[in-house]
């Protein structure tokens, strides 16, 4: 991997249990790195995927609102981080309701160096995974600022809380029922 991280940031990305990715600040925000519980979650290898803008998950799935909340964000240097569900396809064409996070990686000059993100599948969960998917989270950010840190990174924002679990899966399988005709071909 050609990316001006430090090895043990990379390391610690790559054996994270939790599915993540970083993208470049460069136009388009192509994806530089993806871990392997990513490639697990999406059936994408990193070949398939990294030098590309993560969207192409989106196929033609109607998430208008949720891609202008991922617009608003990478287009307001100030907002710290984002949080939505977004329809989004595995490689064999399968839709699920990604519970997308996405935060920025500062250098300490205050300028973005990397988007990171994580992903989670709420279409098919159960509320418990949910709330276990936001311990781990939570745990893989507090443990990445420090990592971060002694290279001159900066993790922004903090990660926003699920006020009812069982709310956000109900919302991901009418999503998922709102695809209707769309295949993901």
Known sequence: MDIELPRSLIDYLVQSRVALAL??????????????????LTGYDAADVVGKNCRL???????????????????????????????????????????????????????????????FDVSR???????????????VLGRLAPIAGEAGIVVEGTLMTIANSAATVAQAKLMLDDLNGVTGD
Do not use: H, W
């Not at 136009?27 to 790195?33: A, F, Q, T």
């Not at 329809?87 to 988007?115: C, E, H, W």
């Open 23 to 40: 993208a470049s600040v460069e136009e388009d925000n192509p994806l530089l790195m993806v871990n392997p519980a990513f490639c697990d």
């Open 57 to 119: 998950l989106q196929r033609d799935a109607p998430n208008d609102e949720q891609r202008t909340r991922l617009r608003e964000f990478l287009t307001r240097p100030r907002q710290p981080n984002v949080r939505t569900a977004i329809v989004n396809f595995r490689k064999d064409g399968t839709p699920f309701v990604n519970l997308l996070y996405m935060s920025r990686l500062r250098s300490l000059n205050g300028a973005t160096s990397f988007i990171f993100a994580s992903q």
């Open 125 to 139: 969960s159960q509320p418990e995974l949910l709330a276990d998917y936001d311990r781990d989270l939570g745990a």
